[in-house]
Protein backbone atom coordinates (compact mmCIF):
# COMPACT_ATOMS: atom_id res chain seq x y z
CA UNK A 1 0.00 0.00 0.00
CA UNK A 2 1.64 2.96 -0.93
CA UNK A 3 0.44 7.07 -0.17
CA UNK A 4 2.34 10.17 -0.88
CA UNK A 5 4.03 12.37 2.49
CA UNK A 6 3.88 15.74 2.80
CA UNK A 7 7.09 16.21 0.71
CA UNK A 8 5.49 14.74 -2.16
CA UNK A 9 7.75 11.26 -2.01
CA UNK A 10 5.99 7.77 -1.88
CA UNK A 11 6.13 6.05 1.46
CA UNK A 12 4.36 2.99 2.40
CA UNK A 13 1.50 3.47 4.29
CA UNK A 14 1.10 1.34 7.54
CA UNK A 15 -2.01 0.50 7.30
CA UNK A 16 -3.10 -2.97 5.89
CA UNK A 17 -5.91 -3.02 3.43
CA UNK A 18 -8.42 -3.89 6.28
CA UNK A 19 -7.79 -1.33 8.19
CA UNK A 20 -7.77 1.53 5.06
CA UNK A 21 -11.76 -0.18 4.59
CA UNK A 22 -12.57 0.02 7.77
CA UNK A 23 -11.22 3.88 8.05
CA UNK A 24 -13.13 4.78 4.93
CA UNK A 25 -16.57 3.22 5.86
CA UNK A 26 -16.35 5.44 9.33
CA UNK A 27 -15.33 8.75 7.28
CA UNK A 28 -18.24 7.68 4.66
CA UNK A 29 -19.52 10.21 3.59
CA UNK A 30 -16.52 12.33 3.31
CA UNK A 31 -17.96 14.94 1.74
CA UNK A 32 -21.88 16.22 1.64
CA UNK A 33 -22.52 16.22 -1.77
CA UNK A 34 -21.92 12.60 -1.80
CA UNK A 35 -24.47 12.46 1.27
CA UNK A 36 -26.71 14.30 -0.99
CA UNK A 37 -26.19 12.59 -3.47
CA UNK A 38 -27.37 9.73 -2.04
CA UNK A 39 -30.62 11.25 -0.59
CA UNK A 40 -31.33 12.10 -4.02
CA UNK A 41 -30.91 9.34 -5.13
CA UNK A 42 -33.17 7.60 -3.42
CA UNK A 43 -36.10 10.11 -3.63
CA UNK A 44 -36.00 10.01 -7.16
CA UNK A 45 -36.28 6.58 -6.83
CA UNK A 46 -39.18 6.24 -4.47
CA UNK A 47 -41.17 8.27 -7.56
CA UNK A 48 -44.67 9.43 -5.98
CA UNK A 49 -44.09 7.23 -2.99
CA UNK A 50 -44.72 3.97 -1.43
CA UNK A 51 -48.35 4.16 -0.98
CA UNK A 52 -48.61 4.75 -5.06
CA UNK A 53 -46.10 2.59 -6.25
CA UNK A 54 -48.98 -0.09 -3.82
CA UNK A 55 -51.39 1.30 -5.78
CA UNK A 56 -49.70 0.43 -9.00
CA UNK A 57 -49.09 -2.95 -8.07
CA UNK A 58 -53.01 -3.46 -7.26
CA UNK A 59 -54.11 -2.35 -10.71
CA UNK A 60 -51.50 -5.92 -11.59
CA UNK A 61 -48.83 -3.24 -13.02
CA UNK A 62 -45.41 -3.26 -12.32
CA UNK A 63 -43.84 0.10 -11.74
CA UNK A 64 -41.46 2.25 -14.18
CA UNK A 65 -38.11 1.41 -13.18
CA UNK A 66 -39.27 -2.72 -12.38
CA UNK A 67 -40.03 -3.10 -16.03
CA UNK A 68 -36.91 -1.73 -16.98
CA UNK A 69 -34.82 -4.30 -14.99
CA UNK A 70 -37.36 -7.02 -16.71
CA UNK A 71 -36.84 -5.40 -20.24
CA UNK A 72 -33.07 -4.95 -19.58
CA UNK A 73 -30.15 -7.34 -18.65
CA UNK A 74 -29.49 -7.34 -15.32
CA UNK A 75 -27.60 -4.23 -14.17
CA UNK A 76 -27.06 -3.03 -17.38
CA UNK A 77 -29.55 0.14 -17.55
CA UNK A 78 -27.69 3.41 -17.09
CA UNK A 79 -29.73 6.32 -16.26
CA UNK A 80 -29.90 10.08 -16.91
CA UNK A 81 -31.66 12.53 -15.71
CA UNK A 82 -32.28 11.10 -12.65
CA UNK A 83 -31.72 14.38 -10.61
CA UNK A 84 -33.70 16.82 -13.43
CA UNK A 85 -36.97 17.97 -11.94
CA UNK A 86 -39.78 19.65 -12.95
CA UNK A 87 -39.68 23.54 -14.17
CA UNK A 88 -42.33 24.80 -11.78
CA UNK A 89 -43.44 28.06 -12.34
CA UNK A 90 -46.68 26.76 -13.86
CA UNK A 91 -49.72 28.26 -12.88
CA UNK A 92 -51.65 26.18 -10.54
CA UNK A 93 -47.93 24.93 -8.97
CA UNK A 94 -47.85 21.84 -7.75
CA UNK A 95 -44.86 19.54 -5.47
CA UNK A 96 -42.16 18.88 -8.25
CA UNK A 97 -40.66 15.48 -8.19
CA UNK A 98 -36.86 14.21 -9.04
CA UNK A 99 -37.04 12.43 -12.22
CA UNK A 100 -40.18 14.35 -12.91
CA UNK A 101 -42.10 10.74 -13.94
CA UNK A 102 -40.16 9.34 -16.45
CA UNK A 103 -37.23 7.35 -16.60
CA UNK A 104 -34.55 7.39 -19.16
CA UNK A 105 -31.52 5.88 -20.03
CA UNK A 106 -29.54 3.40 -22.21
CA UNK A 107 -29.15 -0.56 -20.90
CA UNK A 108 -28.43 -3.77 -22.87
CA UNK A 109 -31.30 -6.52 -24.26
CA UNK A 110 -28.61 -9.68 -24.83
CA UNK A 111 -25.50 -7.51 -25.14
CA UNK A 112 -27.08 -4.55 -27.67
CA UNK A 113 -27.49 -1.45 -26.67
CA UNK A 114 -31.04 0.09 -26.75
CA UNK A 115 -32.38 3.66 -25.98
CA UNK A 116 -35.42 3.37 -23.01
CA UNK A 117 -37.84 5.12 -21.44
CA UNK A 118 -40.32 4.43 -19.12
CA UNK A 119 -43.25 6.52 -17.83
CA UNK A 120 -43.30 6.29 -14.06
CA UNK A 121 -47.16 7.10 -13.42
CA UNK A 122 -47.01 7.30 -9.20
CA UNK A 123 -45.67 10.79 -9.89
CA UNK A 124 -48.19 13.11 -11.32
CA UNK A 125 -49.92 10.06 -13.21
CA UNK A 126 -47.08 9.74 -15.37
CA UNK A 127 -48.49 13.27 -16.96
CA UNK A 128 -45.88 14.84 -20.00
CA UNK A 129 -44.74 18.48 -18.89
CA UNK A 130 -41.58 20.14 -20.53
CA UNK A 131 -38.68 18.50 -18.07
CA UNK A 132 -40.52 14.63 -18.62
CA UNK A 133 -40.14 15.18 -22.66
CA UNK A 134 -36.56 16.47 -22.08
CA UNK A 135 -35.90 13.08 -20.74
CA UNK A 136 -37.92 11.33 -23.07
CA UNK A 137 -36.25 13.66 -26.33
CA UNK A 138 -32.64 12.81 -24.65
CA UNK A 139 -33.11 8.98 -25.12
CA UNK A 140 -34.56 9.33 -28.43
CA UNK A 141 -31.82 11.58 -29.90
CA UNK A 142 -29.12 9.37 -28.27
CA UNK A 143 -30.30 6.40 -30.15
CA UNK A 144 -30.82 8.26 -33.30
CA UNK A 145 -26.96 9.47 -32.46
CA UNK A 146 -25.63 6.27 -31.47
CA UNK A 147 -27.60 3.82 -33.58
CA UNK A 148 -29.73 1.76 -31.69
CA UNK A 149 -33.20 1.16 -31.40
CA UNK A 150 -35.45 2.91 -28.92
CA UNK A 151 -37.89 1.58 -26.73
CA UNK A 152 -40.77 3.74 -24.77
CA UNK A 153 -42.44 2.11 -22.24
CA UNK A 154 -45.94 4.43 -21.66
CA UNK A 155 -47.87 4.40 -18.85
CA UNK A 156 -49.37 8.23 -18.87
CA UNK A 157 -51.90 10.66 -18.18
CA UNK A 158 -50.95 12.25 -21.16
CA UNK A 159 -50.47 16.56 -21.32
CA UNK A 160 -49.55 17.48 -17.58
CA UNK A 161 -52.45 19.94 -17.65
CA UNK A 162 -50.47 21.71 -14.68
CA UNK A 163 -47.87 23.12 -17.80
CA UNK A 164 -50.61 23.99 -20.13
CA UNK A 165 -49.13 25.22 -23.57
CA UNK A 166 -45.57 24.11 -22.34
CA UNK A 167 -47.20 20.35 -22.11
CA UNK A 168 -48.40 20.71 -25.71
CA UNK A 169 -45.27 21.85 -26.99
CA UNK A 170 -43.09 19.58 -25.07
CA UNK A 171 -45.71 16.27 -27.27
CA UNK A 172 -44.84 18.10 -30.29
CA UNK A 173 -40.93 17.99 -29.88
CA UNK A 174 -41.49 14.38 -29.29
CA UNK A 175 -43.42 13.77 -32.13
CA UNK A 176 -40.85 15.59 -34.91
CA UNK A 177 -38.35 13.09 -33.13
CA UNK A 178 -40.27 9.92 -34.01
CA UNK A 179 -40.62 11.34 -37.54
CA UNK A 180 -37.10 11.91 -37.40
CA UNK A 181 -36.02 8.29 -36.47
CA UNK A 182 -38.01 6.45 -38.16
CA UNK A 183 -36.05 3.94 -40.66
CA UNK A 184 -33.02 5.29 -38.98
CA UNK A 185 -33.62 3.36 -35.50
CA UNK A 186 -36.13 0.89 -34.78
CA UNK A 187 -38.80 2.29 -32.44
CA UNK A 188 -40.85 0.41 -30.07
CA UNK A 189 -43.79 1.67 -28.27
CA UNK A 190 -44.79 -0.32 -25.24
CA UNK A 191 -48.55 0.53 -23.84
CA UNK A 192 -48.79 -0.21 -19.67
CA UNK A 193 -51.48 2.40 -18.85
CA UNK A 194 -53.43 5.03 -20.44
CA UNK A 195 -52.26 6.99 -23.40
CA UNK A 196 -54.87 9.49 -24.51
CA UNK A 197 -55.62 12.32 -26.54
CA UNK A 198 -52.68 13.63 -28.61
CA UNK A 199 -50.49 11.70 -26.80
CA UNK A 200 -51.70 8.47 -28.77
CA UNK A 201 -49.42 9.44 -31.87
CA UNK A 202 -46.25 9.67 -30.66
CA UNK A 203 -46.86 5.06 -29.81
CA UNK A 204 -48.21 5.43 -33.56
CA UNK A 205 -45.90 6.71 -35.12
CA UNK A 206 -43.50 4.47 -34.00
CA UNK A 207 -42.69 0.77 -35.68
CA UNK A 208 -44.03 -1.69 -33.12
CA UNK A 209 -46.43 -1.14 -30.60
CA UNK A 210 -47.40 -3.50 -28.05
CA UNK A 211 -50.47 -3.44 -25.08
CA UNK A 212 -51.27 -5.22 -22.34
CA UNK A 213 -54.45 -7.04 -22.18
CA UNK A 214 -57.07 -4.82 -19.65
CA UNK A 215 -54.76 -2.44 -18.03
CA UNK A 216 -53.63 -0.46 -20.75
CA UNK A 217 -55.60 1.83 -23.58
CA UNK A 218 -55.79 4.00 -26.53
CA UNK A 219 -57.61 6.62 -27.65
CA UNK A 220 -57.79 10.07 -29.31
CA UNK A 221 -61.27 10.94 -27.12
CA UNK A 222 -62.12 8.84 -24.01
CA UNK A 223 -65.69 7.11 -23.09
CA UNK A 224 -66.38 10.68 -20.75
CA UNK A 225 -66.46 12.84 -24.58
CA UNK A 226 -67.87 10.04 -26.69
CA UNK A 227 -70.72 10.34 -24.26
CA UNK A 228 -71.37 13.72 -23.97
CA UNK A 229 -70.66 14.31 -28.18
CA UNK A 230 -72.44 10.91 -29.62
CA UNK A 231 -74.70 10.14 -26.09
CA UNK A 232 -73.31 6.47 -26.41
CA UNK A 233 -71.75 4.75 -23.42
CA UNK A 234 -68.45 3.04 -23.81
CA UNK A 235 -65.61 1.54 -21.36
CA UNK A 236 -61.95 2.41 -21.89
CA UNK A 237 -61.35 -1.11 -22.80
CA UNK A 238 -64.00 -1.30 -25.43
CA UNK A 239 -63.23 2.04 -26.91
CA UNK A 240 -59.10 1.53 -26.93
CA UNK A 241 -58.69 -1.42 -25.18
CA UNK A 242 -55.51 -3.93 -26.18
CA UNK A 243 -58.42 -6.23 -27.73
CA UNK A 244 -59.82 -3.52 -29.69
CA UNK A 245 -56.61 -2.53 -31.25
CA UNK A 246 -54.70 -5.81 -32.46
CA UNK A 247 -58.21 -7.17 -34.18
CA UNK A 248 -60.25 -4.25 -35.55
CA UNK A 249 -57.71 -0.66 -35.58
CA UNK A 250 -54.44 -2.31 -36.39
CA UNK A 251 -53.16 0.49 -34.24
CA UNK A 252 -51.57 -2.39 -32.07
CA UNK A 253 -49.06 -5.30 -33.14
CA UNK A 254 -48.71 -6.84 -29.97
CA UNK A 255 -51.06 -7.82 -27.41
CA UNK A 256 -49.74 -9.56 -24.14
CA UNK A 257 -51.86 -10.53 -20.65
CA UNK A 258 -49.38 -8.65 -18.20
CA UNK A 259 -46.33 -6.62 -18.02
CA UNK A 260 -44.13 -9.39 -17.47
CA UNK A 261 -44.44 -11.43 -20.74
CA UNK A 262 -44.92 -8.43 -22.45
CA UNK A 263 -41.37 -7.24 -21.79
CA UNK A 264 -40.32 -10.61 -22.63
CA UNK A 265 -41.67 -10.56 -25.92
CA UNK A 266 -40.08 -7.00 -26.95
CA UNK A 267 -36.84 -8.89 -26.38
CA UNK A 268 -37.40 -11.24 -28.21
CA UNK A 269 -38.70 -9.17 -31.28
CA UNK A 270 -35.41 -6.95 -30.79
CA UNK A 271 -33.55 -10.39 -31.47
CA UNK A 272 -34.20 -10.01 -34.85
CA UNK A 273 -33.57 -6.37 -35.25
CA UNK A 274 -30.76 -4.43 -36.58
CA UNK A 275 -29.33 -1.44 -34.44
CA UNK A 276 -30.01 0.44 -36.95
CA UNK A 277 -30.58 1.06 -41.07
CA UNK A 278 -27.04 1.27 -41.63
CA UNK A 279 -26.46 -2.19 -39.75
CA UNK A 280 -27.47 -6.07 -41.00
CA UNK A 281 -29.64 -8.22 -38.53
CA UNK A 282 -27.76 -9.66 -35.87
CA UNK A 283 -27.45 -13.80 -37.11
CA UNK A 284 -28.11 -16.66 -34.95
CA UNK A 285 -27.12 -19.72 -35.46
CA UNK A 286 -30.22 -22.40 -34.02
CA UNK A 287 -28.09 -25.38 -35.48
CA UNK A 288 -31.13 -26.42 -37.90
CA UNK A 289 -29.37 -27.90 -40.88
CA UNK A 290 -30.08 -25.46 -44.27
CA UNK A 291 -30.60 -28.33 -46.32
CA UNK A 292 -33.11 -29.61 -44.27
CA UNK A 293 -36.02 -31.17 -46.30
CA UNK A 294 -39.40 -31.84 -45.29
CA UNK A 295 -41.49 -34.55 -46.82
CA UNK A 296 -44.50 -33.89 -45.41
CA UNK A 297 -44.40 -30.61 -47.71
CA UNK A 298 -45.49 -32.36 -50.94
CA UNK A 299 -48.68 -33.09 -48.90
CA UNK A 300 -49.64 -29.63 -47.79
CA UNK A 301 -51.84 -28.54 -50.56
CA UNK A 302 -54.89 -30.08 -50.48
CA UNK A 303 -55.55 -32.14 -53.79
CA UNK A 304 -59.35 -29.93 -54.13
CA UNK A 305 -58.00 -26.41 -55.11
CA UNK A 306 -61.06 -24.96 -52.66
CA UNK A 307 -60.05 -26.80 -49.41
CA UNK A 308 -58.07 -24.92 -46.97
CA UNK A 309 -54.88 -25.58 -45.60
CA UNK A 310 -53.15 -23.96 -42.85
CA UNK A 311 -49.88 -21.41 -44.53
CA UNK A 312 -48.46 -21.60 -41.09
CA UNK A 313 -47.16 -25.51 -41.70
CA UNK A 314 -45.16 -24.31 -44.23
CA UNK A 315 -43.93 -21.20 -42.76
CA UNK A 316 -42.66 -23.24 -39.26
CA UNK A 317 -41.15 -26.32 -41.36
CA UNK A 318 -38.93 -23.71 -43.42
CA UNK A 319 -37.85 -21.69 -40.88
CA UNK A 320 -34.56 -22.30 -38.66
CA UNK A 321 -35.83 -24.29 -35.31
CA UNK A 322 -39.54 -24.24 -36.76
CA UNK A 323 -39.12 -20.55 -34.67
CA UNK A 324 -41.84 -17.83 -36.58
CA UNK A 325 -42.62 -14.40 -34.79
CA UNK A 326 -45.65 -13.27 -35.75
CA UNK A 327 -46.37 -9.94 -36.14
CA UNK A 328 -50.34 -8.57 -36.22
CA UNK A 329 -51.75 -11.71 -35.68
CA UNK A 330 -54.65 -11.12 -34.40
CA UNK A 331 -55.78 -8.35 -37.27
CA UNK A 332 -56.10 -9.23 -40.96
CA UNK A 333 -55.01 -13.12 -40.08
CA UNK A 334 -55.90 -13.62 -43.96
CA UNK A 335 -52.36 -12.05 -44.36
CA UNK A 336 -49.29 -13.95 -41.76
CA UNK A 337 -46.70 -11.57 -41.53
CA UNK A 338 -43.72 -11.59 -38.99
CA UNK A 339 -39.95 -12.57 -38.25
CA UNK A 340 -37.81 -15.94 -38.45
CA UNK A 341 -34.18 -17.15 -39.18
CA UNK A 342 -33.14 -18.81 -42.39
CA UNK A 343 -29.70 -19.97 -41.73
CA UNK A 344 -29.17 -17.91 -39.09
CA UNK A 345 -29.99 -14.65 -41.10
CA UNK A 346 -33.32 -12.48 -40.25
CA UNK A 347 -35.89 -12.65 -42.71
CA UNK A 348 -39.53 -11.08 -42.75
CA UNK A 349 -42.08 -13.58 -44.25
CA UNK A 350 -45.51 -12.49 -46.22
CA UNK A 351 -47.66 -15.17 -46.96
CA UNK A 352 -50.92 -15.49 -47.70
CA UNK A 353 -53.47 -17.70 -45.19
CA UNK A 354 -56.00 -19.99 -47.07
CA UNK A 355 -57.25 -21.16 -43.67
CA UNK A 356 -58.88 -17.37 -43.83
CA UNK A 357 -61.41 -15.94 -46.27
CA UNK A 358 -59.29 -18.10 -48.72
CA UNK A 359 -55.93 -15.71 -48.07
CA UNK A 360 -58.15 -13.00 -50.33
CA UNK A 361 -56.83 -9.79 -50.37
CA UNK A 362 -58.47 -6.86 -48.29
CA UNK A 363 -57.95 -3.60 -47.42
CA UNK A 364 -56.84 -4.59 -43.67
CA UNK A 365 -54.60 -7.11 -45.27
CA UNK A 366 -53.40 -4.85 -47.65
CA UNK A 367 -52.31 -2.21 -45.12
CA UNK A 368 -50.73 -4.34 -42.61
CA UNK A 369 -48.44 -6.26 -45.27
CA UNK A 370 -47.69 -2.91 -46.67
CA UNK A 371 -46.09 -1.17 -43.41
CA UNK A 372 -44.78 -4.86 -42.73
CA UNK A 373 -42.81 -4.82 -46.06
CA UNK A 374 -41.62 -1.32 -45.51
CA UNK A 375 -40.41 -1.58 -41.58
CA UNK A 376 -38.43 -4.99 -43.11
CA UNK A 377 -36.64 -2.78 -46.69
CA UNK A 378 -35.93 0.51 -43.97
CA UNK A 379 -33.85 -2.17 -41.89
CA UNK A 380 -32.09 -4.82 -44.66
CA UNK A 381 -34.32 -7.60 -43.74
CA UNK A 382 -35.03 -10.43 -46.82
CA UNK A 383 -38.51 -10.57 -47.66
CA UNK A 384 -39.91 -13.74 -48.09
CA UNK A 385 -43.50 -14.18 -49.60
CA UNK A 386 -45.19 -17.04 -49.86
CA UNK A 387 -48.32 -16.93 -52.13
CA UNK A 388 -51.55 -18.79 -52.35
CA UNK A 389 -54.03 -15.95 -52.81
CA UNK A 390 -57.02 -15.85 -54.89
CA UNK A 391 -57.31 -12.29 -55.62
CA UNK A 392 -58.95 -9.35 -54.28
CA UNK A 393 -62.02 -9.77 -52.11
CA UNK A 394 -65.13 -8.24 -54.26
CA UNK A 395 -67.87 -6.17 -52.93
CA UNK A 396 -68.90 -2.73 -52.41
CA UNK A 397 -67.57 -2.78 -48.52
CA UNK A 398 -64.31 -3.37 -49.90
CA UNK A 399 -64.47 -1.14 -53.07
CA UNK A 400 -66.07 1.85 -50.90
CA UNK A 401 -63.61 1.32 -48.58
CA UNK A 402 -60.62 1.89 -50.89
CA UNK A 403 -59.60 -1.03 -52.26
CA UNK A 404 -57.56 0.37 -54.86
CA UNK A 405 -55.91 2.65 -52.18
CA UNK A 406 -54.70 0.11 -49.96
CA UNK A 407 -54.36 -2.29 -52.83
CA UNK A 408 -51.88 0.38 -54.02
CA UNK A 409 -49.85 0.48 -50.81
CA UNK A 410 -48.73 -2.80 -50.88
CA UNK A 411 -47.91 -2.95 -54.68
CA UNK A 412 -46.01 0.56 -53.88
CA UNK A 413 -44.29 -0.88 -51.05
CA UNK A 414 -43.24 -4.08 -52.46
CA UNK A 415 -42.01 -2.77 -55.70
CA UNK A 416 -39.99 0.29 -53.68
CA UNK A 417 -38.24 -2.24 -51.95
CA UNK A 418 -34.26 -2.94 -52.36
CA UNK A 419 -33.94 -5.62 -50.00
CA UNK A 420 -33.43 -9.32 -50.92
CA UNK A 421 -37.06 -10.45 -52.19
CA UNK A 422 -37.90 -13.68 -52.87
CA UNK A 423 -41.27 -15.06 -53.91
CA UNK A 424 -42.51 -19.15 -53.42
CA UNK A 425 -46.49 -19.40 -55.16
CA UNK A 426 -47.62 -22.65 -53.18
CA UNK A 427 -50.99 -22.42 -54.78
CA UNK A 428 -53.08 -19.95 -56.11
CA UNK A 429 -52.10 -16.70 -57.63
CA UNK A 430 -54.56 -14.87 -59.70
CA UNK A 431 -54.81 -11.44 -61.61
CA UNK A 432 -53.76 -8.52 -60.20
CA UNK A 433 -53.03 -9.88 -57.02
CA UNK A 434 -50.30 -12.24 -58.55
CA UNK A 435 -48.83 -8.93 -59.66
CA UNK A 436 -48.75 -6.98 -56.52
CA UNK A 437 -47.88 -10.13 -54.35
CA UNK A 438 -44.04 -9.83 -55.25
CA UNK A 439 -43.91 -10.93 -58.17
CA UNK A 440 -40.77 -10.45 -60.60
CA UNK A 441 -42.70 -7.96 -62.52
CA UNK A 442 -42.31 -5.46 -59.82
CA UNK A 443 -38.93 -6.31 -59.03
CA UNK A 444 -38.62 -10.24 -56.73
CA UNK A 445 -35.45 -11.31 -57.07
CA UNK A 446 -36.27 -14.89 -57.45
CA UNK A 447 -39.34 -16.39 -58.19
CA UNK A 448 -39.97 -20.26 -57.36
CA UNK A 449 -43.30 -21.97 -57.61
CA UNK A 450 -44.78 -25.63 -56.06
CA UNK A 451 -46.16 -28.28 -58.98
CA UNK A 452 -49.42 -26.84 -57.09
CA UNK A 453 -49.34 -23.61 -58.07
CA UNK A 454 -52.27 -21.59 -60.28
CA UNK A 455 -51.24 -18.93 -61.90
CA UNK A 456 -53.38 -17.32 -64.38
CA UNK A 457 -55.35 -13.96 -65.12
CA UNK A 458 -58.63 -15.31 -63.32
CA UNK A 459 -59.97 -18.43 -61.76
CA UNK A 460 -60.81 -21.43 -63.49
CA UNK A 461 -65.25 -20.66 -63.17
CA UNK A 462 -64.86 -17.00 -63.80
CA UNK A 463 -62.55 -17.38 -66.50
CA UNK A 464 -64.98 -20.04 -68.04
CA UNK A 465 -68.20 -17.66 -67.82
CA UNK A 466 -66.29 -14.83 -69.44
CA UNK A 467 -64.40 -16.42 -72.16
CA UNK A 468 -67.23 -19.45 -73.27
CA UNK A 469 -70.10 -17.11 -72.09
CA UNK A 470 -71.80 -17.74 -75.34
CA UNK A 471 -71.52 -21.53 -75.61
CA UNK A 472 -72.42 -22.35 -72.59
CA UNK A 473 -75.45 -20.02 -72.82
CA UNK A 474 -76.62 -21.65 -75.95
CA UNK A 475 -75.82 -25.20 -74.55
CA UNK A 476 -78.64 -27.64 -73.65
CA UNK A 477 -77.22 -27.73 -70.48
CA UNK A 478 -75.38 -24.50 -69.48
CA UNK A 479 -74.02 -26.53 -66.09
CA UNK A 480 -72.54 -29.16 -67.42
CA UNK A 481 -70.62 -27.01 -70.26
CA UNK A 482 -69.78 -24.42 -67.37
CA UNK A 483 -68.16 -27.58 -65.75
CA UNK A 484 -66.61 -29.03 -68.93
CA UNK A 485 -65.12 -25.44 -69.86
CA UNK A 486 -64.03 -24.60 -66.46
CA UNK A 487 -61.97 -28.32 -66.81
CA UNK A 488 -60.75 -27.38 -70.05
CA UNK A 489 -59.49 -23.86 -68.92
CA UNK A 490 -57.52 -25.54 -65.57
CA UNK A 491 -56.01 -28.36 -67.44
CA UNK A 492 -54.58 -25.29 -70.46
CA UNK A 493 -53.56 -22.62 -67.76
CA UNK A 494 -53.59 -23.19 -64.35
CA UNK A 495 -50.12 -24.41 -63.70
CA UNK A 496 -46.57 -22.98 -62.91
CA UNK A 497 -45.41 -24.62 -66.39
CA UNK A 498 -46.69 -21.50 -68.46
CA UNK A 499 -45.10 -18.79 -66.34
CA UNK A 500 -41.81 -21.12 -66.13
CA UNK A 501 -41.72 -21.04 -69.61
CA UNK A 502 -41.62 -17.90 -70.41
CA UNK A 503 -38.95 -16.92 -67.20
CA UNK A 504 -41.64 -15.31 -64.88
CA UNK A 505 -40.65 -18.18 -62.68
CA UNK A 506 -37.39 -19.40 -61.97
CA UNK A 507 -37.73 -22.83 -61.04
CA UNK A 508 -40.24 -25.31 -60.23
CA UNK A 509 -39.43 -26.92 -57.07
CA UNK A 510 -40.09 -29.78 -55.24
CA UNK A 511 -41.92 -28.70 -52.13
CA UNK A 512 -39.87 -30.46 -49.59
CA UNK A 513 -36.69 -28.32 -50.51
CA UNK A 514 -38.49 -25.03 -50.10
CA UNK A 515 -35.92 -24.41 -47.33
CA UNK A 516 -32.72 -25.21 -48.71
CA UNK A 517 -33.14 -23.79 -52.05
CA UNK A 518 -34.44 -19.95 -50.03
CA UNK A 519 -31.35 -20.18 -47.79
CA UNK A 520 -29.06 -20.88 -50.97
CA UNK A 521 -30.73 -18.30 -52.44
CA UNK A 522 -30.37 -15.83 -49.73
CA UNK A 523 -26.93 -16.64 -49.73
CA UNK A 524 -26.16 -15.92 -53.47
CA UNK A 525 -28.28 -12.22 -52.93
CA UNK A 526 -26.54 -11.06 -49.86
CA UNK A 527 -24.85 -8.36 -51.85
CA UNK A 528 -26.88 -7.20 -54.37
CA UNK A 529 -27.39 -4.00 -55.16
CA UNK A 530 -30.17 -2.05 -56.93
CA UNK A 531 -30.39 2.22 -57.44
CA UNK A 532 -33.60 3.60 -57.89
CA UNK A 533 -33.52 7.40 -59.39
CA UNK A 534 -32.74 10.40 -57.27
CA UNK A 535 -35.91 11.95 -56.04
CA UNK A 536 -36.89 13.51 -52.25
CA UNK A 537 -39.27 10.90 -51.52
CA UNK A 538 -41.84 9.19 -53.13
CA UNK A 539 -45.32 9.51 -53.04
CA UNK A 540 -47.18 6.06 -51.58
CA UNK A 541 -50.49 5.90 -51.68
CA UNK A 542 -50.97 6.61 -48.04
C1 LIG B 1 -51.64 16.28 -14.42
C2 LIG B 1 -52.49 14.23 -13.87
C3 LIG B 1 -52.86 14.02 -15.21
C4 LIG B 1 -52.58 15.02 -16.16
C5 LIG B 1 -53.44 12.30 -14.07
N1 LIG B 1 -52.87 13.16 -13.21
N2 LIG B 1 -53.44 12.80 -15.30
N3 LIG B 1 -51.88 15.35 -13.50
N4 LIG B 1 -51.96 16.13 -15.72
N5 LIG B 1 -52.86 14.87 -17.45
C6 LIG B 1 -52.67 12.98 -11.78
C7 LIG B 1 -53.98 12.98 -11.02
O1 LIG B 1 -54.36 14.30 -10.74
C8 LIG B 1 -53.60 12.21 -9.78
O2 LIG B 1 -52.88 13.03 -8.93
C9 LIG B 1 -52.62 11.19 -10.30
O3 LIG B 1 -52.14 11.69 -11.56
C10 LIG B 1 -53.23 9.84 -10.56
O4 LIG B 1 -54.40 10.03 -11.30
P1 LIG B 1 -55.77 9.34 -10.91
O5 LIG B 1 -56.84 10.06 -11.62
O6 LIG B 1 -55.89 9.21 -9.42
O7 LIG B 1 -55.56 7.87 -11.52
P2 LIG B 1 -56.63 6.94 -12.21
O8 LIG B 1 -57.88 6.89 -11.41
O9 LIG B 1 -55.92 5.66 -12.47
O10 LIG B 1 -57.00 7.64 -13.60
C11 LIG B 1 -56.00 7.80 -14.56
C12 LIG B 1 -56.49 8.73 -15.69
C13 LIG B 1 -57.02 10.03 -15.09
C14 LIG B 1 -57.63 8.03 -16.44
C15 LIG B 1 -55.35 8.95 -16.65
O11 LIG B 1 -56.04 10.55 -14.20
C16 LIG B 1 -57.30 11.06 -16.12
O12 LIG B 1 -58.36 11.03 -16.75
N6 LIG B 1 -56.39 12.00 -16.26
C17 LIG B 1 -56.55 13.09 -17.21
C18 LIG B 1 -56.35 12.60 -18.61
C19 LIG B 1 -56.35 13.71 -19.60
O13 LIG B 1 -57.41 14.30 -19.88
N7 LIG B 1 -55.16 14.05 -20.08
C20 LIG B 1 -55.01 15.02 -21.11
C21 LIG B 1 -55.21 14.27 -22.41
S1 LIG B 1 -55.03 15.30 -23.75
P3 LIG B 1 -53.24 13.19 -7.38
O14 LIG B 1 -52.13 13.99 -6.83
O15 LIG B 1 -54.56 13.86 -7.33
O16 LIG B 1 -53.31 11.80 -6.88
C22 LIG B 1 -53.45 15.16 -24.11
C23 LIG B 1 -53.10 16.02 -25.23
C24 LIG B 1 -51.79 15.66 -25.80
O17 LIG B 1 -52.71 14.46 -23.56
C25 LIG B 1 -51.61 16.52 -26.98
C26 LIG B 1 -50.43 16.21 -27.77
C27 LIG B 1 -50.33 17.08 -28.96
Not at 275 to 285: A, E, G, V
Amino acid sequence: MTSRSDDGLTTKDPATPNQLQQRNAMEWPPHDNLRILQQMRDEARQGGGVKRIQEQHDKGKLTARERLNLLLDEGSFEEFDALKSGRGGHPGGGREYLSDGVLSGHGTIDGREICVFSQDFTVLGGSLGEAHSEKIRKAMDHAVRVGTPVIGLNDSGGARIQEGVDALAAYGEIFARNVNASGVVPQISCIMGPCAGGAVYSPSMTDFVFMVEESSYMFVTGPNVVKSVIHKEISSEELGGAMVHTTKSGVAHFAMPNDILLLREVRRLINYLPSNSRQRPPILDLRDPPDRTDPALDYLVPFNPNQAYNMRVLIDSILDGEEFLEVHARFAPNLVVGFGRLGGETVGLIANQPAILAGVLDNNASVKGARFVRFCDAFNIPLICLVDVPGFMPGPEQEHGGIIRHGAKLLYAFAEATVPRITVTVRKSYGGAHVVMNSKHIGADMHYAWPTAEIAVLGPRGAAEVIYRREIQSSADPTATLMEKEEQYRKTFVNPFLAAKRGYIDDVIFPRDTRGRLIRTLQFLEDKETTRPNRKHGNIQL
